[in-house]
């Protein structure tokens, strides 16, 4: 088939699923296409990408295309929540954590060797926050949050197997020593492919068993098969071409979801306590877990990478690791400040662009006192998303299985040092816009 009639026959099929979302929430506000667009970049290839002429050499990433299309979201969405009438404390009181973290951000630009652009990074996460912000001041923040979550499957996932099979210089990778074929798809490496298929498909597993449950219903015809086939689609490109040239990481994280969520709803039809589960005391020894393996050389984590089909070392993690970690005890308390490790000059030395390791990312920008930081928040959420699941079980086992996604994930990939990242930025997300709703009082964890 010509590349041109699977790109017109993709962009039909892409259409389709937005008419069905459109359908699905038909009173949801045009300004949630603010949130929307910003997700669909953060989870895709920054636009300096997409259109090199409009970029820097040097920094795609921070082209004057994304710069001004950043800014145009921002003045937006400032102008949406400006307008409608927020409960500023309540906010505030139910995401002291999150507030406190983004602080300890500006904070870190004081010590920052490069301030100015610790500074403009920072703003990037201001950003994100007022994303979710312009959620929550929808009517029906949770139908918001899974409207994002259906765009961006609907649209990223189509596309994805579009570049790679018929546009395979967008699309696909080969790896700069084995020569491994590697599927990137409208990512930027093919961890971000498996990290967009991971939360696709869960969400997709999520909705099917609600509508088997009653709780939600196809609004056309022959939607449910629309939506397996995205599905399937999804599970093509989490798994790769090749056994060696997949995200072994987004797997492991997406079973140990799946898994949750299993067990959540087991329990819920057993009429079993579902508080007899601790799961923040899982988060903390998943955490836990991944910072002991950067500070043991990986030994932890060599049986499950074995199962999984890959080497002991984490396909050469550990030496990253072992190289960055004498970098990060140099700053062990506060780091080098928020944005200021990662140059163009460190990415040249190291001759990579994160540490493979959300953990020992942030304690290379913030330091220990980032990732105690970041960790109370995402614990603390835990706390707040497992004391309702007797009052919203579907949606707090969502918010549930992403924490845990997003923990086990940066055992062996980055993602916990930014709020713009796609998996952080979805739990980011889902802890604001539960601002509006009420737990269960009598909950004790």
């Not at 139910?94 to 500074?119: E, G, H, M, Q, T």
Request: a positive charge; charged letters at 15%; one cysteine or more.
């Amino acid at each position: 088939m010509p590349p041109i009639v699977a790109l017109v026959m993709c962009l039909g099929f892409v259409i389709f699923l937005l008419r069905i979302d459109y359908k699905q929430v038909p009173k949801m506000s045009l300004a949630l296409w603010l949130p929307t667009i910003w997700i669909l970049i953060a989870a895709s290839k920054p636009l300096g990408v997409w259109f090199p002429f409009t970029s820097r050499v040097e920094d795609v990433t921070s082209s004057p295309l994304d710069q001004a299309t950043l800014l145009i979201l921002f003045s937006l969405g400032l102008l949406v929540i400006v307008r409608r009438k927020l409960k500023w404390l309540n906010i505030v009181r139910k995401n002291v954590w999150l507030i406190v973290f983004v602080y300890f951000l500006f904070l870190s630009i004081f010590w920052s060797d490069i301030p100015f652009i610790s500074f403009k990074r920072w703003i990037r996460e201001v950003i994100a926050v007022l994303m979710a912000l312009v959620m929550l001041s929808e009517q029906n923040p949770q139908r918001a949050m899974q409207a994002i979550l259906r765009r961006t499957a609907f649209i990223l996932i189509p596309f994805s197997l579009l570049l790679i099979k018929y546009f395979p210089t967008r699309g696909v990778e080969y790896g700069r020593w084995s020569g491994d074929i590697m599927w990137i798809g409208v990512t930027m490496q093919k961890n971000g492919l498996g990290r967009l298929c991971m939360i696709s498909a869960f969400f997709l597993i999520w909705t099917f068993i609600k509508r088997w449950q009653g709780l939600d219903r196809a609004v056309v015809k022959y939607q449910t098969y629309a939506e397996l086939l995205v599905f399937a689609l999804t599970l093509r490109l989490l798994v790769g071409p090749t056994l060696q040239a997949y995200s072994a990481s987004a797997v492991m994280a997406f079973l140990a979801g799946l898994m949750a969520f299993f067990v959540l709803f087991w329990m819920k039809k057993s009429k079993v306590d579902m508080r007899a589960i601790p799961f923040e005391l899982v988060i903390v020894i998943v955490i836990f877990f991944g910072v002991v393996s950067v500070f043991e050389g990986g030994l932890a984590t060599s049986d499950i990478t074995g199962a999984l089909g890959r080497d002991g070392t984490l396909t050469g993690r550990t030496e990253v690791w072992a190289n960055l970690l004498p970098v990060a005890t140099q700053r062990i308390i506060l780091g080098h400040g928020f944005g200021a490790f990662w140059t163009n000059t460190s990415r040249m030395n190291f001759e990579i662009s994160d540490a493979h390791s959300g953990y020992l990312d942030v304690m290379l920008e913030t330091g220990i006192m980032g990732l105690f930081l970041i960790s109370v928040f995402i614990i603390s959420s835990c706390r707040k998303a497992q004391s309702l699941l007797y009052t919203d079980f579907y949606w707090a086992s969502l918010w549930i299985v992403f924490l845990l996604m997003l923990v086990v994930h940066n055992v062996a990939e980055t993602s916990l040092n930014t709020l713009t990242s796609h998996m952080t930025a979805s739990v980011m997300f889902m802890a604001v816009i539960s601002s509006s709703m009420k737990s269960d009082s009598n909950m004790r964890l």
